[in-house]
């Protein structure tokens, strides 16, 4: 391979010599390079062969251009996976490892790459507003070479769409640079008032509309109509983008929930071996405990979308932030499996909240004014559908830090870290809850419960109610 096209391989796009420019251009123009005229005097015959072998070698050019187009493209492809798994990524990076959730064309070599990385799609619009004027600059060349290689019609659209997306902003930024910024901000949110919760459908039939008032040379405000017209276009790329986000997420959830089941079923195997050499006489006890393991995922996701979905009862209110002040350790399981990536379990949560009708509170409130809510209990679902090792189950700690208060204005009550620890490939999630006794009692309206099964840590209690005597 020439010196040209292994360079070729060090950017997204290919880096020609100029022989290979102007064939390249002749192939895409429909030119052929004759050769100098023969003196053997074959005469007219020889020249129906020369324009033939000239064809032939233009055929022969184009398929070897295409073929270094499609290995560039996956060489860039695998060099954006590369640099997401080494936490070393340009902006384009993250947007090309999204599209491999839906591209048709997606290369084994990559899905090497990314195998053990957990990747979240990243939405593109906010992606894209939070980068820096230097790296939108340069995403936009990278996405331009994106461009240019692909040839998947969907990829194509996708890297067309972030073209122009790029485009608006650099435009915007320019607007608020000028001296009429002010009268381009004013236009700018009238258009973006016309615009907001277009469908794709409406953006289409108001661009077709907005030519045919410009090509009727009727007398209008030229220059805002074009204006119009051009924020149409942005508004269909960032519509665009958003499908295409749907999908890409949907795509990820689906392939997410494949490798779990590939992976359970790899640890049922495993730990049925044995069993199946020794009790080859109790299938039939093996095979209803492989469906119970199969049901282990769905339990899980059933209860998590069944507490997030139900109505918040009269005492309660979510409970779903995590402590940020709590101190933060490694798995003690990292160590014995270093190549297992750390995640951080689901959980949905809740508090129990009332009012104490304290001395004080009857002094100075009625029910109709009733006091502040105290916090009453707590309601945790930890979740744990990938455990390496479902038999053991996760624990919990209480962890108390001197002066741990609550924050916010009025009364500050004692708090304490409560802390839910599992095996691989979980790490530690933490809570600051208030710090009083338990009540560990059985009766109905306490609701002490602490579980694990299914793949479900469950861990409801109230604290110890103080009768207050009128």
């Known amino acids: 391979m020439s010196s040209a096209s292994k360079r070729s391989y060090e950017r997204a796009g290919p880096l020609e010599d100029q022989a290979t420019k102007r064939q390249r251009h002749n192939v895409q123009h429909g030119i052929t390079e004759q050769q ?9 015959s020889h020249g129906r062969d020369g324009r033939a072998a000239a064809i032939a070698e233009a055929s022969q050019m184009k398929e070897w251009l295409s073929k270094e187009d499609d290995f560039v493209l996956k060489q860039a492809k695998k060099r954006a996976a590369i640099r997401v798994r080494e936490a070393r ?53 990278d996405v331009q070479d994106f461009y240019k290689l692909e040839t998947h019609r969907q990829n194509k659209a996708y890297w067309k769409a972030l073209r122009v997306a790029c485009e608006d902003l650099q435009a915007r930024k320019k607007e608020a640079k000028t001296s009429d910024a002010r009268t381009s901000k004013t236009v700018g949110e009238d258009i973006d008032r016309i615009l907001a919760n277009k469908s794709s ?34 508004k269909q790329a960032w519509t665009q983008l958003a499908e295409m986000h749907a999908l890409i997420v949907k795509a990820a959830d689906e392939e997410a929930r494949r490798k779990q089941v590939v992976f359970r079923n790899g640890k049922r195997a495993a730990a049925e071996a044995p069993v199946r050499v020794k009790l080859d006489t109790v299938g ?33 209110e979510l409970f779903n932030h995590e402590s940020v002040r709590a101190p933060k350790r490694p798995p003690k399981w990292l160590a014995k499996f270093p190549s297992i990536k750390p995640i951080k379990p689901k959980f949905f949560n809740r508090v ?37 090792d479902s038999t053991k189950a996760p624990t919990y700690r209480i962890e108390r830090q001197l002066g741990l208060k609550s924050e916010g204005p009025g009364y500050q009550e004692d708090l304490c870290f409560l802390r839910f620890t599992a095996g691989p490939p979980y790490e530690d999630v ?41």
């Open 352 to 388: 129990y909240v009332g009012v104490d009708w304290t001395a004080y509170n009857k002094a100075h409130y009625t029910s109709e004014d009733p006091p502040p809510k105290t916090v009453w209990g707590y309601r945790f679902n930890i979740f744990y559908p990938d455990l390496v």
């Open 36 to 44: 100098g005229p023969s003196h053997s005097g074959g005469g007219r």
């Open 201 to 234: 459908d409406q953006l289409i039939a108001l661009e077709r509309s907005i030519n045919e008032k410009l090509d009727a040379r009727a007398s209008i405000d030229v220059d805002y109509w074009q204006h119009l017209l051009q924020s149409v276009k942005y």
């Open 89 to 141: 990524a340009k902006p384009v990076d993250y947007l090309a490892v999204n599209l491999r959730f839906v591209d048709a064309e997606r290369d084994a070599t990559e899905e090497n790459e990314l195998e053990e990385v957990d990747i979240t799609p990243k939405e593109p619009s906010a992606y894209l507003h939070a980068l820096h004027p230097q790296e939108l600059d340069e995403l936009e060349r």
């Open 284 to 316: 039939a006890s093996i095979k209803s405990g492989q469906s119970t393991e199969l049901d282990f995922e769905s339990a899980a996701q059933r209860l998590y979308r069944q507490e997030a979905a139900s109505q918040l009862k009269d005492d309660e």
């Open 430 to 470: 933490v809570f600051e809850i208030v710090d009083k006794d338990w009540d560990h009692s059985s009766r109905f309206d306490r609701g002490y419960k602490s579980s694990f099964d299914k793949g479900i840590l469950q861990l409801h209690f109230k604290f110890k109610r103080i009768t207050f005597r009128s």
